[in-house]
């Protein structure tokens, strides 16, 4: 229905939303939102502690802390200029950052939740990444605390920060550290990039045992210009994902990453990944005992790995980088979100099964329930400024509810602990009713219209006859714009026994004109045919490529084609200059000036140059002069040299030609730059009755360089041609 009900079986834990119209905590007891609890974060600064029990919130004029059960404010400081917050793990202090001010003691500032007093100050000048918030660190039983400073870890206790630390980890040129989560003993993890040849480092240490070469486990490796470390959940072992932001190789564009793994007991090692590519996500299980990754060029593929970091299960290739472990660690979910189309994939751990796959697109916020029985997707502004609003799913892939909220900047559950729920039972786990039993297949299938899948084309005819709005919006939500359309979708095929008789009359007319437009055309084509006049034969040798179908050519765009081809030419030209002069080519400059590729040039420049003559002279009705219209090109083609001479003439004989009336030509330089190509023009001095074509051919020069008075040798392969 369309209120705002979150009273869904199985989902007690609350939910905190921040809204365009305000901030509320939804109650799953009543349904509706807690009266008591009133605020107005300013856009996302808003923290709960990890045990649920309180909320700090920075508003326009205080920051403040409140009870979420009754809403009773424990503290309030006019400090509307916090740009962090952070819980103790117990939410005994609240960590605060604001900009360094001149005179400011500190700007970095722990706060007891329950006095409202200032506990200890720091001066911290910049906020840092996401991945070193907060500087300071408790332990889970907030004996300890630690902070990160320049080249060392200070060591505080965690009830009295004012103190001087109680030891110094020190480790040069440190970059970033992880406290371990567990509470018999405190391990803590250190990096330091690499930098200028030596390798990035790894190590553990256990407190206070901080003693030089005490360090329990090392690790070095290349390729780390920034690491995650992810502790498991009994703190006995570390996954360090390693990053660089440019991939050397050039086999991704988001840099290289690899996956190692250290434990307290001294062993390290890098996780073999069976497919190449970036790691694109590892989760440990809450267990401890087992870990998930996806890794691998796109589709990724995502394998559980136990302790020891072997290979237990494989899972299908997919568009997939997210995986999160409910908090009971029953299920799991793979998805694809960010740059990927949102795909949401619900296993259940006990069976290796996937239970369902739905579509959770523009997912910004991803987030189990502390009960493991509801998943949260949630699409919030500013990031995306649309359909902001956010889906609650079951084990199974159910949606439970839905729900869009205006410029949606916060959509969180209420943390809570596991052990406060009891585990989800296997009636959770059961796959829905025509839901997939394994990840959808990549094979292709038939398209299918969105207004024709399903129900939304039934919903789309509805709309289209619909009596009302409600109905048409309805019909709009479920089926999108195919709801607007009263007929069938693009491309379908039309029932005719259901058109009218109108409709049927004019397609009978649009027919009947098509009919007798395409009979003219014939008519009009074949008379054109007939009147035009049939071309002498030519070789396929001399004849340019699709030249015998391009009837339709005219001599400007046959011209352009010749162009095109004798700048081809002029190319292969430079590059054997080039080649003699002693630079290496590439394979495809290579095949470029190969003796196949310059005469297969040669035979289309002729065979489009033919083609111009025949367009001329069919043009003309026949050429003035009695010369026949089809002609020989034969490139001669001599040895490369550098020749800085040319030839000045060339004789030529014909039948019925004189010695006194001989065709003569002059032989010049086609390029000035390439002194080994020259240019045969011929010039028409013959009689009317001479039967030799023009010719125009393209030579090299011999190898030694000719005199001025030379003749070369020429003959005409035109068959029945005696000119030579």
């Known amino acids: 229905d369309g209120d705002s009900k979150l009273l869904v079986a199985g989902m007690s834990p609350a939910m905190l939303l921040r809204g365009k119209d305000g901030c509320k905590v939804i109650n799953p007891t009543t349904g509706q939102p807690n009266p008591d609890i009133s605020c107005l974060p300013v856009d996302t600064r808003a923290e709960m502690s990890a045990d649920g029990r309180l909320i700090a919130v920075v508003e326009s004029n205080a920051l403040r802390v409140l009870e979420m059960e009754s809403g009773e404010q424990l503290m309030s400081e006019a400090r509307p200029g916090v740009q962090a917050l952070s819980f103790s793990p117990r939410g005994t202090f609240l960590l605060t950052w604001e900009k360094l001010q001149e005179g400011d003691e500190g700007n970095l500032r722990v706060w007891r939740t329950a006095t409202s007093e200032t506990v200890a100050r720091f001066k911290q000048k910049v906020l840092g990444e996401k991945n070193v918030w907060p500087p300071i660190r408790w332990s889970a039983d907030e004996a300890i605390a630690c902070r990160l400073v320049t080249n060392e870890v200070q060591i505080y206790d965690g009830a009295n920060l004012s103190e001087k630390p109680l030891e110094r980890l020190r480790v040069d040129r440190i970059a970033q550290y992880e406290l371990a989560p567990c509470v018999d003993c405190y391990y803590v993890a250190t990096f330091v990039p690499e930098q200028k040849g030596a390798p990035a480092m790894v190590r553990l240490w256990k407190y206070p ?257 619909g009596t009302s709005l409600s109905a048409l919006a309805a019909a709009v939500e479920s089926g999108g714009s195919a709801a607007m359309r009263t007929g069938p979708p693009p491309g379908a095929e039309v029932d005719e026994s259901s058109t009218s008789r109108s409709a049927a009359k004019n397609k009978a007319k649009r027919e009947a004109a098509k009919k007798k437009k395409a009979e003219a055309d014939g008519a009009s084509a074949a008379a054109a045919a007939a009147a035009a006049p049939q071309p002498p034969p030519a070789t396929g040798k001399l004849m340019a490529k699709g030249a015998c179908d391009s009837a339709e050519l005219t001599t400007e765009s046959i011209e352009k084609k010749v162009r095109a081809v004798e700048k081809k030419i002029r190319q292969v030209m430079e590059l054997r200059e080039m080649k003699a002069g002693g630079k290496q080519l590439e394979a495809n400059q290579l095949e470029k000036i190969s003796e196949k590729n310059e005469r297969a040039l040669q035979d289309e420049l002729a065979g489009w140059k033919l083609k111009i003559e025949e367009v001329q002279k069919a043009g003309s009705g026949g050429s003035p002069d009695g010369h026949v219209s089809a002609a020989c090109r034969e490139a001669v083609r001599l040895p490369q040299t550098s020749s800085r001479e040319h030839f000045n003439q060339l004789c030529l004989t014909c039948p019925g030609a004189t010695e006194a009336n001989a065709s003569r030509t002059t032989v010049s330089k086609a390029n000035p730059k390439l002194s080994s190509v020259i240019q ?45």
């Open 209 to 465: 045992d901080f003693g030089e070469g005490r360090h329990v486990a090392s690790r070095t490796f290349y390729k780390a210009s920034e690491v995650q470390l992810r502790w498991s959940p009994t703190g006995r072992g570390v996954l360090i994902l390693t990053h660089t932001e440019v991939d050397r190789t050039g086999n991704s564009y988001y840099g290289e990453s690899g996956l190692h793994f250290m434990n307290t007991t001294g062993d390290a090692m890098q996780v073999k990944l069976s497919k190449a590519g970036p790691v694109h996500d590892v989760q440990w299980a809450p267990s401890g005992d087992e870990f998930c990754a996806i890794f691998g060029t796109s589709p990724a593929a995502a394998a559980l790995f136990n302790h020891r970091c072997a290979v237990t299960h494989q899972f299908p290739e997919a568009a997939q980088n997210t995986v999160r472990w409910a908090p009971h660690g029953r299920s799991f979910i793979l998805g694809g979100f960010g740059n990927l189309g949102g795909a949401l994939s619900f296993w259940d751990r006990a069976t290796l099964k996937c239970l369902a796959t739905v579509d959770a697109h523009m997912t910004v916020v991803h987030e189990w329930a502390p009960d493991s029985r509801s998943f949260l997707t949630a699409i919030l502004w500013p990031r995306l400024r649309v359909d902001n609003g956010f889906r609650v799913w079951s084990p199974s892939g159910q949606l439970l509810y839905q729900e869009k909220i205006e410029e949606l900047s916060i959509a969180a559950w209420r943390p809570s602990p596991p052990s406060n729920f009891e585990a989800p039972g296997d009636e959770c786990f059961k796959a829905l009713p025509g839901a997939p039993a394994s990840r959808p297949s990549s094979a292709a299938s038939k398209y299918i219209p969105p207004g024709a899948r399903g129900a939304g084309s039934t919903a789309a005819r509805t709309a289209g006859s």
């Open 680 to 724: 045969i023009m011929v010039h028409e001095v013959a009689p009317t009755s001479c039967s030799a074509p023009k010719h125009s051919t393209t030579l090299t020069t011999p190898d030694r360089a000719k005199r001025d008075d030379s003749l070369i040798d020429f003959k005409c392969n035109r068959v029945g041609c005696g000119i030579s």
